[in-house]
């Protein structure tokens, strides 16, 4: 079994290659009828185009690379829906590559997509490394980096504070009288590093003290998690008054603790997630937490590359906060 190729399209249609070519290349450019023996030929061999060798013919790929640290949490498919939505509508394919939290993997995959000369790169993220941040602003092409604010912007920065919402969070439970509160975490990225941040200056901005911060060997947030890190939080003594966890999927495990062990929420302990996501308003209790804007970050994100594709925008340096918002519910007795 041979490759079909453009050669092979170009004798059953009865063209020239270059008339096949420009055919699927810029359809308007040939006669609906010449269009249709040539569409009919494709569909007849099953011809799919050499990406590859249309690149190199080409300047432009018409591919974007995204780079996400985890395709397991949900956040992030938000983020890849509002990407594709917008990019994939305007002619471009996303490329997504998985860092799995790591710095080392996140250089790899940048070199790995500027070596398929993508036309923009999206990363979720400020922090990297040495290296990684010298090959961005070397590669003169659009870098947007998202999630977080960077004090010092390769190029376009579109997130928020985690280190204010951290405070915010903890603020809250503190105004609603609570004075023993726990942070819960797992994998403690620069993310959840930054909320932990906050929620610890927040309590020392009320004179009280830090509980432990509760954070295994790394693993991604679930559920499951969250139900683990709280039975070890009650293991070690005295049950805090509330807890603060760093996403959604951690609190709700923990309040499914709380379930099987009769402990009452929010009658003994609060509990204030983060994200947001779709289950906490209708989760029983429903569950306090802070609005991540993860579909509109990856709209704007795509939009402001398809401006830099497009018209030539320039915005090096520039930065858009898209801040949050603190949903109190039942969680945290409102």
Same mark, same amino acid.
């Given at each position: 079994?041979?490759?079909?190729?453009?050669?092979?399209?170009?004798?059953?249609?009865?063209?020239?290659?270059?008339?096949?070519?420009?055919?699927?290349?810029?359809?308007?450019?040939?006669?609906?009828?010449?269009?249709?023996?040539v569409d009919a030929a494709v569909k007849e061999l099953g011809y799919i185009p050499n990406i590859a060798a249309s690149r190199l013919a080409s300047s432009r790929t018409h591919a974007i690379g995204v780079i996400v640290p985890t395709l397991y949490n949900v956040i992030f498919a938000e983020y890849l829906f509002a990407l594709h939505d917008v990019l994939v509508a305007a002619g471009f394919q996303l490329i997504v590559v998985n860092s799995r939290y790591s710095e080392i993997e996140e250089e790899n995959a940048i070199?790995?997509?500027? %070596?398929?000369?993508? =036309? &923009? /790169?999206?990363? #979720?993220?400020?922090?990297?490394? +040495?290296?990684?941040? $010298?090959?961005?602003?070397?590669?003169?092409?659009?870098?947007?980096?998202?999630?977080?604010?960077?004090?010092?912007?390769?190029?376009?920065?579109?997130?928020?504070?985690?280190?204010?919402?951290?405070?915010?969070?903890?603020?809250?439970?503190?105004?609603?009288?609570?004075?023993?509160?726990?942070?819960?975490?797992?994998?403690?990225?620069?993310?959840?590093?930054?909320?932990?941040?906050?929620?610890?200056?927040?309590?020392?901005?009320?004179?009280?003290?830090?509980?432990?911060?509760?954070?295994?060997?790394?693993?991604?947030?679930?559920?499951?998690?969250?139900?683990?890190?709280?039975?070890?939080?009650?293991?070690? %003594?005295?049950?805090? =008054? &509330? /807890?603060?966890? #760093?996403?959604?999927?951690?609190? +709700?495990?923990?309040? $499914?603790?709380?379930?099987?062990?009769?402990?009452?929420?929010?009658?003994?302990?609060?509990?204030?997630?983060?994200?947001?996501?779709?289950?906490?308003?209708?989760?029983?209790?429903?569950?306090?937490?802070?609005?991540?804007?993860?579909?509109?970050?990856?709209?704007?994100?795509?939009?402001?590359?398809?401006?830099?594709?497009?018209?030539?925008?320039?915005?090096?340096?520039?930065?858009?906060?898209?801040?949050?918002?603190?949903?109190?519910?039942?969680?945290?007795?409102?």
């Amino acid at each position: 079994m041979r490759r079909i190729t453009l050669d092979d399209v170009a004798n059953l249609a009865g063209v020239s290659p270059i008339t096949v070519s420009r055919a699927l290349r810029k359809p308007n450019a040939v006669s609906p009828a010449l269009r249709l023996r040539v569409d009919a030929a494709v569909k007849e061999l099953g011809y799919i185009p050499n990406i590859a060798a249309s690149r190199l013919a080409s300047s432009r790929t018409h591919a974007i690379g995204v780079i996400v640290p985890t395709l397991y949490n949900v956040i992030f498919a938000e983020y890849l829906f509002a990407l594709h939505d917008v990019l994939v509508a305007a002619g471009f394919q996303l490329i997504v590559v998985n860092s799995r939290y790591s710095e080392i993997e996140e250089e790899n995959a940048i070199k790995a997509l500027l %070596g398929q000369r993508v =036309e &923009a /790169i999206i990363i #979720t993220g400020t922090h990297h490394t +040495l290296l990684s941040r $010298q090959l961005l602003a070397q590669a003169h092409l659009p870098v947007v980096e998202t999630f977080e604010l960077s004090a010092d912007p390769i190029d376009l920065n579109i997130g928020m504070s985690q280190e204010q919402a951290g405070q915010t969070a903890a603020r809250h439970l503190i105004e609603r009288g609570f004075r023993r509160i726990a942070f819960l975490t797992g994998n403690l990225d620069h993310r959840a590093q930054s909320r932990f941040d906050g929620y610890r200056l927040a309590m020392q901005q009320a004179d009280l003290p830090s509980l432990q911060i509760i954070a295994e060997k790394p693993r991604h947030s679930s559920v499951a998690l969250g139900s683990d890190l709280f039975a070890i939080t009650c293991d070690h %003594g005295e049950i805090p =008054e &509330a /807890i603060f966890c #760093t996403d959604d999927n951690l609190a +709700l495990g923990a309040m $499914q603790e709380c379930r099987k062990r009769g402990i009452r929420v929010p009658d003994d302990i609060a509990i204030m997630g983060f994200h947001d996501l779709e289950f906490a308003a209708c989760a029983a209790p429903s569950l306090s937490s802070v609005v991540t804007r993860r579909f509109e970050t990856g709209k704007l994100a795509a939009e402001k590359v398809l401006a830099a594709l497009t018209s030539s925008a320039v915005f090096k340096g520039e930065q858009i906060d898209l801040g949050y918002a603190l949903i109190p519910r039942e969680s945290t007795a409102i």
